[in-house]
Protein backbone atom coordinates (compact mmCIF):
# COMPACT_ATOMS: atom_id res chain seq x y z
CA UNK A 1 0.00 0.00 0.00
CA UNK A 2 1.08 2.94 -1.30
CA UNK A 3 0.77 6.58 0.21
CA UNK A 4 1.51 10.27 -1.24
CA UNK A 5 2.58 12.84 0.82
CA UNK A 6 2.51 16.58 -0.41
CA UNK A 7 4.26 19.23 0.61
CA UNK A 8 2.82 22.33 -0.14
CA UNK A 9 4.87 25.54 0.95
CA UNK A 10 7.24 27.17 -1.07
CA UNK A 11 9.07 28.87 1.66
CA UNK A 12 12.16 27.45 3.80
CA UNK A 13 11.57 26.88 6.75
CA UNK A 14 8.22 25.77 6.44
CA UNK A 15 6.20 24.55 9.77
CA UNK A 16 3.90 22.42 7.54
CA UNK A 17 6.67 20.97 6.60
CA UNK A 18 8.47 19.89 9.26
CA UNK A 19 4.91 17.98 10.26
CA UNK A 20 5.18 16.26 6.81
CA UNK A 21 8.23 15.43 7.36
CA UNK A 22 7.21 13.66 11.16
CA UNK A 23 3.98 12.03 9.27
CA UNK A 24 6.43 10.53 7.06
CA UNK A 25 8.51 9.08 9.69
CA UNK A 26 5.44 7.84 11.16
CA UNK A 27 4.19 5.84 7.51
CA UNK A 28 8.00 4.67 7.18
CA UNK A 29 8.52 3.78 10.63
CA UNK A 30 5.18 1.20 10.29
CA UNK A 31 6.86 0.05 7.04
CA UNK A 32 4.64 1.69 4.74
CA UNK A 33 5.51 3.26 1.44
CA UNK A 34 6.00 6.86 0.98
CA UNK A 35 5.76 9.33 -1.88
CA UNK A 36 6.42 12.64 -0.76
CA UNK A 37 6.45 15.55 -3.20
CA UNK A 38 7.98 19.24 -2.08
CA UNK A 39 6.53 21.72 -4.43
CA UNK A 40 9.75 23.50 -4.29
CA UNK A 41 11.21 21.00 -6.19
CA UNK A 42 8.42 19.72 -8.27
CA UNK A 43 7.77 21.57 -11.13
CA UNK A 44 4.38 21.66 -11.39
CA UNK A 45 2.97 24.13 -13.44
CA UNK A 46 -0.21 26.69 -12.56
CA UNK A 47 -3.03 25.39 -14.27
CA UNK A 48 -4.56 27.10 -16.67
CA UNK A 49 -7.30 24.76 -17.30
CA UNK A 50 -5.83 24.14 -21.12
CA UNK A 51 -1.81 23.17 -21.48
CA UNK A 52 -1.00 22.73 -18.00
CA UNK A 53 -2.51 18.99 -18.43
CA UNK A 54 0.19 18.39 -20.90
CA UNK A 55 3.28 19.24 -18.94
CA UNK A 56 5.61 16.03 -17.89
CA UNK A 57 5.51 17.01 -13.94
CA UNK A 58 1.30 17.41 -14.07
CA UNK A 59 1.42 13.88 -16.00
CA UNK A 60 3.82 13.04 -13.59
CA UNK A 61 1.71 13.85 -10.75
CA UNK A 62 -1.57 12.61 -12.35
CA UNK A 63 0.14 8.83 -12.12
CA UNK A 64 1.49 9.52 -8.93
CA UNK A 65 -1.92 10.05 -7.49
CA UNK A 66 -3.95 7.42 -9.17
CA UNK A 67 -1.42 5.09 -7.99
CA UNK A 68 -2.04 6.19 -4.00
CA UNK A 69 -3.70 4.41 -1.34
CA UNK A 70 -3.91 7.45 0.87
CA UNK A 71 -2.66 11.17 0.14
CA UNK A 72 -2.03 13.85 2.72
CA UNK A 73 -1.69 17.51 2.31
CA UNK A 74 0.97 19.12 4.04
CA UNK A 75 0.02 22.47 4.28
CA UNK A 76 0.03 26.56 5.01
CA UNK A 77 -2.83 28.61 6.05
CA UNK A 78 -3.12 31.73 4.39
CA UNK A 79 -6.10 34.49 4.26
CA UNK A 80 -8.03 31.62 6.17
CA UNK A 81 -7.57 29.21 3.60
CA UNK A 82 -5.26 26.15 2.44
CA UNK A 83 -2.55 27.52 0.01
CA UNK A 84 -2.67 28.08 -3.80
CA UNK A 85 -0.33 25.65 -3.99
CA UNK A 86 -2.56 23.19 -2.67
CA UNK A 87 -5.68 23.84 -4.22
CA UNK A 88 -3.54 23.81 -7.85
CA UNK A 89 -2.49 20.06 -6.98
CA UNK A 90 -6.20 19.62 -6.77
CA UNK A 91 -7.11 21.46 -9.94
CA UNK A 92 -3.74 19.38 -11.98
CA UNK A 93 -4.77 15.76 -10.75
CA UNK A 94 -8.81 16.66 -11.47
CA UNK A 95 -10.24 13.26 -11.89
CA UNK A 96 -6.90 11.26 -10.22
CA UNK A 97 -8.42 12.35 -6.78
CA UNK A 98 -12.03 10.42 -7.26
CA UNK A 99 -12.32 8.42 -4.27
CA UNK A 100 -9.36 8.57 -2.75
CA UNK A 101 -8.21 9.08 1.09
CA UNK A 102 -7.00 12.73 1.83
CA UNK A 103 -6.17 14.01 5.03
CA UNK A 104 -4.85 17.37 5.92
CA UNK A 105 -1.42 18.91 7.71
CA UNK A 106 -2.17 22.33 8.44
CA UNK A 107 0.31 25.17 9.93
CA UNK A 108 -1.01 28.33 10.47
CA UNK A 109 0.05 31.59 11.98
CA UNK A 110 -1.83 31.74 14.84
CA UNK A 111 -5.81 29.32 16.36
CA UNK A 112 -8.49 31.24 14.72
CA UNK A 113 -7.55 29.60 11.01
CA UNK A 114 -8.59 25.74 12.39
CA UNK A 115 -11.27 25.21 10.03
CA UNK A 116 -9.48 26.27 6.94
CA UNK A 117 -9.13 23.10 5.17
CA UNK A 118 -13.04 23.17 5.06
CA UNK A 119 -12.94 24.87 1.54
CA UNK A 120 -10.69 22.29 -0.04
CA UNK A 121 -11.74 19.39 2.11
CA UNK A 122 -15.11 19.96 0.40
CA UNK A 123 -13.66 20.35 -2.66
CA UNK A 124 -12.35 17.27 -2.96
CA UNK A 125 -15.35 15.24 -1.05
CA UNK A 126 -18.12 16.85 -3.49
CA UNK A 127 -16.07 17.12 -7.03
CA UNK A 128 -14.22 13.80 -6.57
CA UNK A 129 -16.01 12.09 -4.18
CA UNK A 130 -12.98 11.76 -1.91
CA UNK A 131 -13.21 9.91 1.79
CA UNK A 132 -12.31 13.09 4.35
CA UNK A 133 -10.24 11.68 7.06
CA UNK A 134 -12.12 14.01 9.85
CA UNK A 135 -9.18 14.55 12.43
CA UNK A 136 -6.60 16.86 11.08
CA UNK A 137 -3.77 17.97 12.67
CA UNK A 138 -3.78 21.81 12.52
CA UNK A 139 -0.65 23.52 14.41
CA UNK A 140 -0.15 27.55 14.90
CA UNK A 141 3.37 28.86 15.01
CA UNK A 142 3.89 29.06 18.76
CA UNK A 143 4.08 25.09 18.68
CA UNK A 144 7.36 25.26 17.25
CA UNK A 145 10.76 25.99 18.41
CA UNK A 146 13.89 27.04 16.08
CA UNK A 147 12.24 25.02 13.13
CA UNK A 148 11.10 22.14 14.84
CA UNK A 149 7.81 20.88 16.45
CA UNK A 150 8.03 21.16 20.53
CA UNK A 151 4.89 20.45 20.87
CA UNK A 152 4.09 16.61 22.32
CA UNK A 153 0.21 16.60 21.78
CA UNK A 154 0.27 18.20 18.08
CA UNK A 155 3.12 15.30 17.23
CA UNK A 156 0.82 12.68 18.47
CA UNK A 157 -1.85 13.90 16.27
CA UNK A 158 0.50 13.26 13.59
CA UNK A 159 1.13 9.81 14.52
CA UNK A 160 -2.79 9.26 14.81
CA UNK A 161 -2.84 10.55 11.28
CA UNK A 162 -0.77 8.40 10.35
CA UNK A 163 -2.67 5.60 11.87
CA UNK A 164 -5.61 6.79 10.30
CA UNK A 165 -4.52 7.20 6.76
CA UNK A 166 -3.44 3.95 6.91
CA UNK A 167 -6.20 2.43 8.72
CA UNK A 168 -9.10 3.83 6.52
CA UNK A 169 -7.05 3.17 3.20
CA UNK A 170 -7.05 -0.09 4.27
CA UNK A 171 -10.82 -0.86 4.69
CA UNK A 172 -11.54 1.11 1.70
CA UNK A 173 -9.23 -1.11 -0.24
CA UNK A 174 -10.97 -4.60 0.83
CA UNK A 175 -14.46 -3.23 -0.58
Request: net charge negative; aromatic share 8%; hydrophobic share 45%.
Amino acid sequence: MAFLLFSCSLRDGSRSRVMAEALRAELEGAGKEVEYLDLRVAGLPLCDGDDCYNHPATKALRVSVAAAEGIIFATPVYNFQASASAKNIVELGGSMFEGKVVGFLCAAGGRNSYMAMMSLANSLMLDFRCHILPRYVFASKDLFSDGELADAEISGRIGELAHELVRVSRALSEN
